[in-house]
Nanobody, 115 residues
Framework: QVQLVESGGGLVQAGGSLRLSCVASGGGLRINTMGWYRQAPGNQRELVATMTFGGTTNYIDSVKGRFTISRDNVKNTAYLQMNSLKAEDTAVYYC?????????WGQGTQVTVSS
């Protein structure tokens, strides 16, 4: 069983920056892909960015050039650096870790961008 703990959310003005962290523990299996998803009120959860164990990244178009995902495979930690934040980035951000057998989710961290 893998546990994920996210941190770094908060309230920021438009144009500001935040850095989210996600620490994975337990399970004993290699985490293949770590990713960040978000869900705004009334919307479905959507993928924001993912990164494979080997470093391949994927982003939704709306965050390209503004967000950067990174990870430390030794520490089993993923990060999401969010710059030039916009009001439409407001959502609960969830970390996801994919092992060979199962996917695991964190509890979410709120990001609120005031315009």
């Amino acid at each position: 069983q893998v546990q994920l703990v996210e941190s770094g959310g908060g309230l920021v003005q438009a144009g500001g920056s935040l850095r989210l962290s996600c620490v994975a523990s337990g399970g004993g299996l290699r985490i293949n892909t770590m990713g960040w998803y978000r869900q705004a009120p009334g919307n479905q959860r959507e993928l924001v960015a993912t990164m494979t164990f080997g470093g391949t990244t994927n982003y939704i178009d709306s965050v390209k050039g503004r967000f950067t995902i990174s990870r430390d495979n030794v520490k089993n930690t993923a990060y999401l650096q969010m710059n030039s934040l916009k009001a439409e980035d407001t959502a609960v951000y969830y970390c996801k870790a994919a092992t060979y057998f199962f996917d695991y989710w964190g509890q979410g961290t709120q990001v609120t961008v005031s315009s």
